[in-house]
């Protein structure tokens, strides 16, 4: 009936099922990152935190994780044929990586917020440049300066 190059194996429908889902989350999870880190420039003050522990967008990285790790498991699926070998390689490279992220991220968002973007921006890093940003100039001085 269908010649075999023309048809498509369920396992790799799954790896690209997993692979959309995994992306679409991601994308929904950096979206409500945004939205908090928009909501904690509002009010800047130092004793201020940003707001990154709530459940909405814990479950987003969680479900984020967990088609990450299914899109890892079913892509190693198809090169290992011992699936529960491809699971258990899938879930060692894929849930360290992952809590290790969100132990990074806290301590990154923490640091936004005590010390402010200078502390977290790479451009100011690798450009080698040994001083610190300049203060902005208020008016009045400016006004001194002409």
């Known amino acids: 009936m269908y010649s075999e190059p023309s048809v498509i194996p369920p396992i790799y429908i799954i790896v690209i099922a997993t692979t959309v889902f995994a992306v679409l989350l991601g994308l929904i999870f950096k979206d409500m990152l945004e939205y908090q880190l928009a909501q904690w420039q509002l009010d800047p003050n130092p004793k201020s935190t940003i707001n990154y522990r709530t459940s909405n967008i814990q479950v987003a990285y969680s479900a984020t994780t967990l088609f990450v790790f299914l899109s890892v498991a079913s892509s190693l699926a198809v090169f290992i044929p011992i699936y529960w070998l491809a699971i258990v390689v899938g879930a060692v490279v894929v849930l360290p990586t992952a809590l290790l992220i969100w132990v990074q991220l806290g301590s990154m968002l923490d640091m936004l ?34």
Do not use: M
């Open 113 to 146: 917020a005590t010390k402010g973007l200078e502390a977290v921006d790479l451009d100011l890093v690798f450009s080698g440049d040994p001083q610190p940003p300049r203060k902005k100039s208020t008016p009045s001085e400016v006004g001194d300066r002409v």
